[in-house]
């Protein structure tokens, strides 16, 4: 960890200290349980911490919610299952926070999405992206997993379109990591593409922490693929179009949102992060409330690739104080069917809010919020061609 990302951690970490124990009995507490320091989405965790605390900042400086102030506890989960799993336990238990934002890490979420259910503590995913985080645990159970970000499944969606309309691509293959999140991300890659009449003529695999993936690609060379739907995190996908260029073999990338962290764009080097399309829900073009917090934000974030995280969690936050007031309580249950049947627009930076949830439906975001991306001398920016023109919203049907 760079000095710069240890003195931010220090300062997110020291939010949860800052108020004494009596004050905090008189507060609202939201807890964050994500990635801060350890895998390449890290900073996307940091990014998130930074906009839910500035919501906090803007209700508290409203008069709070209930007649009462909100506070942040954070906790550190190292990017470790274990770690994550004990993090929720902490918040919820010991901490007695009424609802968790984050995580950074998708295959986290997954291994603790049983405990939210358990305690009826309402989680509102702002970062991780798994198809499955916000699935309940059986048919017609109470579901507390909710989420204002993208899905893996509908940017799969997206991504399957592409290749099957584009007149270029004849031969298709897989490229996925070995984590919790790649592993997601082929399940719903077979799936769709099975589904869609794309067939794959290769699937392979790499680690997370792999820096030559020259193998693979010689492999999908040989198949005679011509595109590869990859779904990884930033750093990964860095070294794959790097190990590209080892071999010259520069098949049309369609990625995993993932390519959009700074994390990607250094390891692959300006010209290389070129390479990969992907979808993402905010780019250069800011709208003028995204830019409003995005100038308010900037000189606190590591990356600035990582705003949209920040976005999403601030809005998380901000339909969660409207859950709380709706509810008139911070009670999970009474939490949870408010989410479920919010009565209120919600005005967030992605978009104003109208029932983003209901008790069928816990995504806030939805394919109408996606925009197509590539990297541009060294920005995000909007990304079109007669390809994107021609996809309707039909194509990114599950």
């Known amino acids: 960890m760079t000095p710069k990302n240890a003195a931010l951690k220090a300062i997110l970490l020291s939010g949860a200290l800052a108020v004494s124990s009596a004050a905090y009995a008189q507060e609202i507490k939201i807890g964050f349980n994500g990635d801060l320091s350890a895998s390449p989405s890290a900073q996307s965790g940091q990014a998130g911490v930074l906009g839910i605390q500035a919501a906090i900042d803007d209700i508290n400086a409203a008069g709070g919610v209930l007649g009462r102030k909100l506070t942040l506890v954070v906790r550190d989960d190292l990017s470790q299952p274990p770690?994550?799993?004990?993090?929720?336990?902490?918040?919820?238990?010991?901490?007695?926070?009424v609802a968790v934002?984050?995580?950074?890490?998708?295959?986290?979420?997954?291994?603790?999405?049983?405990?939210?259910?358990?305690?009826?503590?309402?989680?509102?995913?702002?970062?991780?992206?798994?198809?499955?985080?916000?699935?309940?645990?059986?048919?017609?159970?109470?579901?507390?997993?909710?989420?204002?970000?993208?899905?893996?499944?509908?940017?799969?969606?997206?991504?399957?379109?592409y290749a099957k309309n584009n007149p270029s691509t004849k031969k298709v293959g897989f490229l996925v990591e070995t984590t919790g999140y790649g592993q997601g991300g082929l399940k719903d890659?077979?799936?769709l593409a099975e589904a869609k009449g794309l067939k794959s003529v290769a699937v392979e695999k790499f680690g997370v922490n792999d820096t030559d993936m020259t193998s693979q690609l010689n492999k999908m060379k040989a198949a005679g693929v011509d595109t590869v739907l990859v779904w990884a995190q930033g750093t990964p996908i860095g070294q794959l179009v790097r190990s590209m260029e080892k071999i010259d073999y520069f098949p049309l990338t369609l990625t995993s949102w993932s390519s959009d962290n700074a994390s990607f764009f250094d390891?692959?080097?300006?010209?290389?992060?070129?390479?990969?399309?992907?979808?993402?829900?905010?780019?250069?073009?800011?709208t003028p409330k995204q830019q409003q917090l995005y100038d308010r934000l900037a000189p606190k974030m590591a990356s600035k690739s990582a705003?949209?995280?920040?976005?999403?969690?601030?809005?998380?936050?901000?339909?969660?104080?409207?859950?709380?007031?709706?509810?008139?309580?911070?009670?999970?249950a009474k939490m949870r069917e408010a989410l479920e049947n919010l009565q209120a627009p919600v005005e967030g930076i992605m978009k104003t809010y109208n029932k983003p949830f209901s008790p069928a439906e816990h995504e806030a975001l939805t394919a109408a919020d996606y925009r197509w991306t590539r990297w541009k001398d060294g920005k995000l920016v909007s990304y079109s061609d007669d390809v994107v023109k021609a996809l309707k919203p039909s194509d990114f049907a599950q």
């Open 101 to 161: 934002l984050g995580p950074t890490n998708s295959g986290n979420a997954l291994a603790w999405k049983h405990i939210p259910n358990q305690k009826k503590n309402p989680s509102i995913g702002c970062i991780g992206s798994a198809t499955d985080i916000t699935k309940p645990g059986s048919a017609n159970a109470e579901n507390y997993m909710f989420r204002v970000s993208m899905v893996d499944r509908a940017q799969v969606a997206g991504l399957i379109a």
């Open 267 to 286: 390891t692959a080097g300006k010209a290389l992060a070129e390479k990969p399309i992907f979808m993402r829900t905010i780019t250069e073009d800011r």
């Open 189 to 191: 890659l077979q799936e």
């Open 307 to 332: 705003f949209s995280f920040a976005a999403h969690c601030y809005d998380a936050l901000m339909i969660t104080a409207a859950a709380i007031k709706q509810a008139g309580s911070t009670d999970g």
């Open 83 to 97: 770690k994550s799993i004990q993090n929720m336990s902490d918040l919820i238990d010991n901490e007695k926070v």
